[in-house]
């Protein structure tokens, strides 16, 4: 890591109430600056949580006016290197005494063919959307010694269950994820630490938002991706937070292991050529 320094609060004037379903929780997100990430930050914020954002960059001020009773801070972290991740692990013991919850949601998407992947990309994907979660599991879960209720939340993807094309790092790395996942809660489950993943279908955020500003006709790109849901409607990352919420909290105490797929039913429906298609 470079000699970047912690942020203080990001959230400046914001303090934690005590109130809220994540009230006194310490909660962990990688890649929390932006995206599905910083839903889950402000997620967890608003329910009353002390949320520490392990990100490469920055997350910035939260914008003006949300009413958001937490407390966030921004440590830098570089999910695919130990000695980072183990100096993130030192700062938050340090700073807060231990971790209730880590979200491993840092992740980078590779869209190439596998001709034109080197095994440098190959590595890269790997080393962010897997060792990454790994690693912190790794270093974090001694910090969840002790705590209630201990939970880990990995981020998988609907390409861990099936693919588009020119994903191949993509799509094994969040497989990786979904089986780290359950591989984690056997071994954890003992120690009363549950973890699950949630696989999010489309979801609007920068990631894939440039598939769609390419198309010539943005409107009707978007209109065809709503098309592809049953619910009528691509995905926000304040869906993929709800989730993450509901599987860290003890209400889902006898949940761990398992895989839940956030796609508005995209994955549900089967295709069927346009020409034998009632809709
Ligand atoms: N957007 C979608 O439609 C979608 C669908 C399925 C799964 N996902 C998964 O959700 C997660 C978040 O996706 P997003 O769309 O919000 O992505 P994003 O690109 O908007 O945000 C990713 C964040 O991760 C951080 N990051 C990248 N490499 C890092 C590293 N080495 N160490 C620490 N932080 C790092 C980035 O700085 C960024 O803040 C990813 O794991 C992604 O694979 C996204």
């Known amino acids: 890591m470079s000699g970047e320094q912690p942020s203080e609060e990001v959230a400046p004037g914001s303090a934690t109430t005590g109130s809220g379903r994540a009230a ?29 954002i392990g990100d490469l960059t920055d997350p910035g001020p939260v914008g003006a006016g949300l009413d958001v009773a937490g407390h966030r801070e921004w440590v830098p972290l570089d999910v695919t290197d130990e000695i980072s991740v183990l100096e993130f692990a030192q700062s938050v013991a340090a700073g807060h005494g231990g971790v209730d919850v880590l979200v491993n949601n840092a992740g980078i998407m590779d869209t190439r063919s596998i001709a034109d992947e080197t095994v440098a990309d190959w590595d890269l994907t790997m080393a962010v959307n897997l060792r990454g979660p790994f690693l912190m599991a790794k270093h974090l879960v001694p910090l969840m010694d002790g705590r209630d209720d201990p939970a880990i939340v ?10 588009n094309t020119l994903h191949s790092s993509y799509a094994a790395s969040k497989a990786g994820v979904h089986g780290l996942t359950r591989a984690l809660a056997v071994e954890l489950g003992p120690a009363g630490i549950r973890c699950n993943a949630v696989a999010p279908g489309w979801i ?46 003890p209400d889902a105490g006898f949940v761990t292991g398992q895989v839940v797929t956030v796609d508005g039913g995209r994955m549900s429906r089967l295709s069927i050529p346009a020409s034998l298609s009632d809709d």
């Open 154 to 163: 990995n981020i998988g993807s609907i390409e861990g269950l099936g693919a």
């Open 204 to 249: 609007d955020t920068e990631l894939n938002r440039g598939y769609v500003d390419k198309h010539p006709n943005r409107e009707q790109a978007v209109a065809d991706l709503a098309a592809l849901h049953p619910v009528g409607r691509i995905g926000d990352a304040a869906d993929v937070a709800a989730t993450v919420l509901w599987l860290a909290d």
């Open 24 to 52: 006194g929780r310490i909660v962990v997100v990688t890649g929390g600056a932006r995206g599905i990430g910083r839903a889950i930050v402000d997620r967890f914020a608003a329910e009353g949580a002390t949320v520490v």
